[in-house]
């Protein structure tokens, strides 16, 4: 079972910027991989997916905002975050994914979130 490790997270004032990592222990070349949130309360809900040949998926509150950029030599993908509110406050979690729909259900491995504070 591939594991999943975020890193990344902190506290950043409205407006600010963070770059999450997720580096995984085997080869993520042939897989979508996808960031889904979790505020305190509610439910996990998709953020971004890129599958193996690059194509993304946004969520429609993070578009123009977020991005999602792989490095499959590293293993790696990232979540780059901008223009960043208090909403966008969670914890993120990083996926590999069956395919590419951005639901939690698509989801076969999952990492242990990384927490992201949005302050106004």
């Known amino acids: 079972q591939v594991q999943l490790v975020e890193s990344g997270g902190g506290s950043v004032q409205s407006g600010g910027s963070l770059r999450l990592s997720c580096a995984a222990s085997?080869?993520?070349?042939?897989?979508?991989m996808a960031w889904f949130r979790q505020a305190p309360g509610k439910e996990r809900e998709g953020v971004a997916l890129?599958?193996?040949?690059?194509?993304?998926t946004y969520a429609v509150f993070v578009k123009g905002r977020f991005t999602i950029p792989r490095d499959n030599a590293k293993n790696t993908v990232y979540l780059q975050m901008n223009s960043l509110k208090p909403e966008d406050t969670a914890m993120y979690y990083c996926?590999?994914?069956?395919?590419?729909?951005?639901?939690?259900?698509?989801?076969?491995?999952w990492g242990q979130g990384t927490q992201v504070t949005v302050s106004s």
């Open positions: 996926a590999r994914m069956r395919g590419r729909q951005l639901s939690v259900t698509w989801a076969n491995a």
């Open positions: 085997e080869s993520i070349s042939s897989a979508s």
């Open positions: 890129i599958a193996n040949d690059g194509i993304t």
